[in-house]
């Protein structure tokens, strides 16, 4: 059974630091998502990471993905108040199913 | 336009009783799910469907049926619900694209239900 973890599940971050959130999982997989969830509200799609070694980056987030590793990252530079979410990752290895990581709850700290 | 939406967003009922959520997509897509995310925020796939057909059931009790009359709905019907079945069901859709994956998910919006 695939099993996604993300790390760390909380984070508390000031504003203008950088920090790493990670996602490992533990079967063959090449095709990871990102998705942010604000408190009380749905699931937004952030990135598709389709392939080894893919980065794609929007404003303050950039993801990454090594399938050799089984590994993705979610890198946060110079945080915002505004980033303050729930960021998931969710791994496909089947079609049309996704395994959700835990989340990471960030919140950005003036 | 909203993309994917789910009927109705809040829904507080007594032990017991029957429900449905409904949920329609206006993206054109021939994949769509129902997810629970619990009081943790765990988020967990509970069906698949592709274009009407029940393709993922994730050890989900009997109770819970889900219904597709077309591929722009799946419907979730719950019968006899417990205090266990109190969570935020979201439904999603995404396109099948190359190689039998999909794209990524568009959710709607949950419904949170309470079960007392």
């Known amino acids: 059974e695939l099993k996604v973890e993300q790390n760390p599940l909380f984070l508390s971050m000031q504003e203008g630091k950088n920090y790493t959130i990670y996602c490992n999982y533990s079967t063959t997989s090449d095709r990871l998502y990102w998705y942010r969830q604000d408190p009380g509200k749905s699931l937004e799609s952030l990135f598709v990471?389709?392939?080894?070694?893919a980065v794609k980056q929007e404003g303050r987030l950039m993801a990454s993905l090594d399938t050799k590793a089984r590994l993705s990252t979610l890198h946060i530079t110079a945080a915002v108040h505004d980033l303050s979410a729930t960021y998931f990752c969710?791994?496909?290895?089947?079609?049309?199913?996704?395994?959700f990581g835990d989340g990471t709850t960030l919140t950005v700290k003036p | 336009d909203t993309a994917v939406s789910q009927t109705p967003k809040y829904l507080v009922t007594q032990m017991g009783n029957d429900k449905s959520i409904k949920c329609e997509q206006n993206?054109?897509?021939?994949?769509m799910y129902w997810y629970k995310q619990d009081s943790k925020k765990f988020l967990k796939i509970m069906f698949s469907y592709n274009n009407k057909e029940l393709i993922i059931n994730e050890t989900v009790p009997n109770r819970f049926s889900p219904k597709s009359p077309d591929k722009a709905h799946l419907n979730l019907h719950i019968n006899s619900l417990e205090l266990g079945d109190s969570a935020v069901y979201f439904c999603a859709s995404s396109q099948e694209g190359r190689l039998l994956m999909n794209t990524e998910a568009f959710f709607g919006q949950g419904t949170r239900l309470t079960v007392v």
């Open positions: 990471l389709l392939s080894n070694g």
């Open positions: 993206l054109g897509h021939d994949t």
């Open positions: 969710a791994v496909d290895t089947v079609a049309g199913k996704s395994t």
